[in-house]
């Protein structure tokens, strides 16, 4: 494996991309998919759904991918195989993040020269997020 994918997600989430827009674009990258939905289906999903401090954007953009490749198509289909995946992710994240919701993963020990919020979101993504997605971008690399 190589860590092209990591890197491409960290170019999406440096341009600009939230969270949750960055792994969709980078799991799909990897399935080959291409729509005009994405980014813009993962958009109110970054910062933990709408930048409420819920679940993470990378979490559900991991599963938005994973739906995409092992999803289906009609109510009569079943559910299992992208469930059954979307549980695998589920423990290789709790394994690595310890909790799902960014107002969790982000009580991070800011250093007390930061008072700022601007200064804590830009240390937050420098400390969590951006080495998050790469580790994301590398499982679904590896598991899509």
Same mark, same amino acid.
């Given at each position: *494996?190589?860590?092209?994918?990591?890197?491409?997600?960290?170019?999406?989430?440096?341009?600009?991309?939230?969270?949750?827009? +960055?792994?969709?674009?980078?799991?799909?990258?990897?399935? /080959?998919?291409? #729509? $005009?939905?994405? @980014?813009?289906?993962? $958009?109110?999903?970054?910062?933990?759904?709408?930048?409420?401090?819920?679940?993470? /954007?990378?979490?559900?953009?991991?599963? *938005?991918?994973?739906?995409? %490749?092992?999803?289906?198509?009609?109510?009569?289909?079943?559910?299992? @195989?992208?469930?059954? =995946?979307?549980?695998?992710? &589920?423990?290789? !994240?709790?394994?690595? *993040? =310890?909790?799902?919701?960014?107002?969790?993963?982000? #009580?991070?020990?800011?250093?007390?020269?930061?008072?700022? @919020? %601007?200064?804590? =979101?830009?240390? +937050?993504? +420098? &400390?969590?997020?951006?080495?998050?997605?790469?580790?994301?971008?590398? !499982?679904?690399?590896?598991?899509?």
């Amino acid at each position: *494996m190589s860590n092209d994918y990591e890197k491409k997600a960290l170019i999406y989430f440096g341009d600009g991309f939230n969270c949750c827009e +960055s792994t969709l674009l980078v799991g799909c990258d990897i399935l /080959g998919v291409k #729509d $005009t939905l994405i @980014p813009r289906i993962a $958009t109110c999903f970054g910062g933990g759904i709408n930048g409420k401090g819920g679940v993470c /954007g990378l979490y559900t953009g991991a599963m *938005m991918a994973i739906g995409i %490749k092992y999803g289906r198509d009609s109510s009569n289909e079943s559910r299992e @195989p992208a469930q059954n =995946k979307g549980k695998v992710f &589920h423990d290789f !994240w709790i394994t690595n *993040m =310890k909790c799902v919701d960014c107002r969790d993963l982000l #009580d991070l020990d800011y250093p007390k020269t930061l008072t700022d @919020p %601007k200064d804590k =979101k830009a240390y +937050s993504t +420098s &400390h969590f997020c951006m080495p998050a997605c790469a580790k994301v971008a590398k !499982w679904l690399e590896e598991n899509l």
